[in-house]
């Protein structure tokens, strides 16, 4: 069974970075969509982008569109999520998850996703 761990969440200040990281058990050797979450205190689990492992194609939902960006290494079987010019509006628990594609691209929906990592905390203050 894949496994997924993520990790780098942590306190920043308003405007900084940070790179989270997802390690796939088996990233190199499947075809799977693997997409990056977060959940704060009180609300739904939101997508923010998706990659789908064989290709790279990335989708990006609209609340991760500008400041979030998807990549992945296959050689060390980790996606990463780049956050840039963090909000205090971004403070929450930040989670991977893959699943097997099952159409053209990735969706970044959370219901689609089987599989999740124990998630990262990222806490951002003024």
């Known amino acids: 069974q894949v496994q997924l761990v993520e990790s780098g969440g942590g306190s920043v200040l308003t405007g900084e970075s940070l790179r989270l990281s997802c390690e796939v058990s088996?990233?190199?050797?499947?075809?799977?969509?693997v997409g990056w979450f977060r959940q704060a205190p009180g609300q739904a689990r939101l997508g923010l982008a998706t990659?789908?492992?064989?290709?790279?194609?990335?989708v990006y939902a609209e609340s991760g569109k500008g400041r979030f960006l998807i990549s992945q290494d296959s050689a060390k079987n980790t996606v990463y999520l780049q956050a840039n010019n963090l909000e205090i509006s971004d403070r929450a628990m930040y989670y991977c998850?893959?699943?097997?594609?099952?159409?053209?691209?990735?969706?970044?929906?959370?219901?689609?996703?089987?599989?999740w990592g124990q998630g990262t905390q990222v806490t951002v203050s003024s």
């Open positions: 998850a893959d699943d097997a594609p099952t159409g053209g691209y990735c969706p970044a929906v959370y219901y689609e996703y089987g599989t």
């Open positions: 088996s990233l190199n050797s499947s075809n799977l969509c």
């Open positions: 990659i789908r492992s064989t290709t790279g194609k990335e």
